[in-house]
């Protein structure tokens, strides 16, 4: 059998996948900072990685996924400066920090559900780890990785030999870009605070008392902390957003190797970005759409997510609205097409040869090919068991409710009928009319009349 192939940030190359168990794989998401709803470029995210869990699952593994929730405030930059995040939204919004960060919580896990996105094994937020944060803190402290500064406790990149590696940064360059807004206490541009100090007079909600002073955790710590303890050193394979690469993943690959000796993730496999009509998502463009947004324009977050699985994971990609309608378009026809066998006697028998599960799951195995797929479905006639394979190797939730419906109308379609037989046109336009309300259109054809999805 074929091996899955993704691509690894370690090694900058698509490779095989090989876990370390044979059976069972250990994967982590690094999941929202939850200040706001997620936008859709912030979901693709978890679009392509349900794909990858479903590809893996199909190809025979158990997957135990750990994905966290940025719950305690970072800062609005990838830096150490600039505002927090949490702080920020909770001024907006008249509200505690405690509250927005439930707010977006449970936002996000509606959205995540409402994309039929294969729930984690563990969903972690971050302020259940501070003790095991503070812990990492001390080793690295005792370990000697780190200095303190007026404003916090930092990690001394320049003792963590491979720090450049992952990221290929060139750091000499990134110190003197850095020199003359430079000017803190940190001894390289590229250390990073692993804990932060309140100061007198600042105002900041999420506080813990270390070491007698309060203060809070730096952002890579979380993620750090939480992989250790929920899922153990190392791990198979670690996802995020390719942004991730060159600060929050270089930052705690270097605090997890430095303070415990151990690798952190065997594999890191990262997203590109989505641009929307060519332009960054950006609150100053005004295009910073979520899944009501889309809705609002007649689009389900399932319209959406088949969009995202018309590319790849590795390729930005552009968003406009008329290929989000081209999407929608394809799903219907795949709906209709599943509507179509279930109201014909084709449903048990006429298996299209052309069709193979086993080739359906190679596309996948080959970097999560999953548009080369949907191209396939175009081209082929599935049976009922190839619909329900793709449904599962897709999370589209294409067959849902189609049996059921199709029970339901079938006296309604009689009923129909009959009136048209007796010229009671009236009778048969008014059940026509009460299905187009429920979404449903009948089509007269030379098989006989069947009914179909309109949208
Ligand atoms: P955040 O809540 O800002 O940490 O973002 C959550 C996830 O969305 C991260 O993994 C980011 O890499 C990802 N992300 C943010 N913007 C985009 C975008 N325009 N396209 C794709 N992914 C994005
Ligand atoms: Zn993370």
């Given at each position: 059998m074929s091996k899955v192939r993704i691509y690894n940030q370690l090694t900058k190359n698509i490779e095989d996948f090989n876990p370390l168990d044979?059976?069972?794989?250990?994967?982590?998401t690094c999941g929202p900072t939850v200040y706001s709803y997620a936008h859709i470029g912030n979901l693709s995210s978890y679009i392509y990685w349900d794909f990858l869990i479903r590809t893996l699952t199909l190809s025979g593994y158990t997957v135990n996924r750990v994905l966290n929730l940025t719950d305690v405030g970072h800062l609005s930059s990838d830096a150490d400066d600039g505002e927090d995040k949490l702080e920020k939204g909770a001024k907006k919004e008249g509200k505690t920090v405690w509250e927005?960060?439930?707010k977006y919580i449970e936002a996000?896990?509606?959205d995540f559900r409402s994309l039929n996105l294969i729930e984690p094994q563990k969903i972690a937020r971050a302020t259940d780890y501070i003790q095991e944060d503070e812990e990492l803190v001390d080793r690295l402290i005792e370990k000697g990785y780190t200095y303190e500064t007026s404003d916090g406790i930092y990690f001394d990149t320049s003792k963590f030999k491979t720090y450049a590696d992952f990221a290929d940064l060139d750091l000499e360059k990134l110190q003197a870009g850095a020199r003359v807004e430079f000017?803190?206490?940190k001894k390289h541009v590229s250390d990073f605070a692993v804990w932060k100090f309140v100061r007198n007079g600042e105002d900041h909600a999420m506080q813990w008392?270390?070491?007698?002073?309060?203060g809070y955790p730096g952002w890579h710590l979380e993620c750090a902390s939480i992989i250790k303890k929920e899922l153990g050193l190392p791990i198979d394979i670690h996802t995020g957003g390719i942004d991730h690469i060159p600060i929050h993943h270089t930052n705690e690959i270097a605090e997890v190797e430095a303070a415990f000796d151990e690798k952190l993730s065997n594999y890191w496999t990262h997203c590109n970005f989505i641009t929307i009509n060519g332009e960054k998502i950006s609150k100053s463009l005004g295009n910073v759409y979520t899944l009501s947004d889309l809705k609002e324009r007649g689009f389900t977050p399932l319209d959406y997510k088949t969009w995202v699985l018309q590319g790849n994971y590795r390729t930005a990609r552009n968003f406009t609205f008329e290929d989000l309608t081209s999407a929608k378009n394809r799903r219907l026809n795949w709906r209709n097409r599943i509507a179509a066998l279930y109201q014909s006697s084709r449903m048990e028998h006429e298996k299209d040869p052309n069709f193979k599960k086993d080739?359906?799951?190679e596309l996948a195995k080959r970097n999560l090919g999953s548009a080369k797929i949907l191209a396939y479905i175009d081209n082929s006639n599935l049976s009922m068991e190839d619909w329900e394979y793709v449904d599962e190797l897709l999370g589209l939730d294409l067959i849902n409710s189609t049996p059921d419906i199709t029970k339901r109308l079938i006296s309604k379609i009689n009923a129909r009928e009959v009136a048209r037989v007796k010229h009671d046109f009236r009778t048969a336009d008014q059940i026509r009319d009460s299905l187009?309300?429920?979404n449903i259109t009948i089509l007269d054809t030379a098989e006989g009349p069947i009914w179909q999805y309109l949208s």
């Open positions: 044979e059976k069972n794989v250990k994967i982590y927005i960060a439930d996000f896990l509606n000017s803190n206490e008392n270390y070491r007698g002073r309060p080739e359906v799951l187009v309300k429920k």
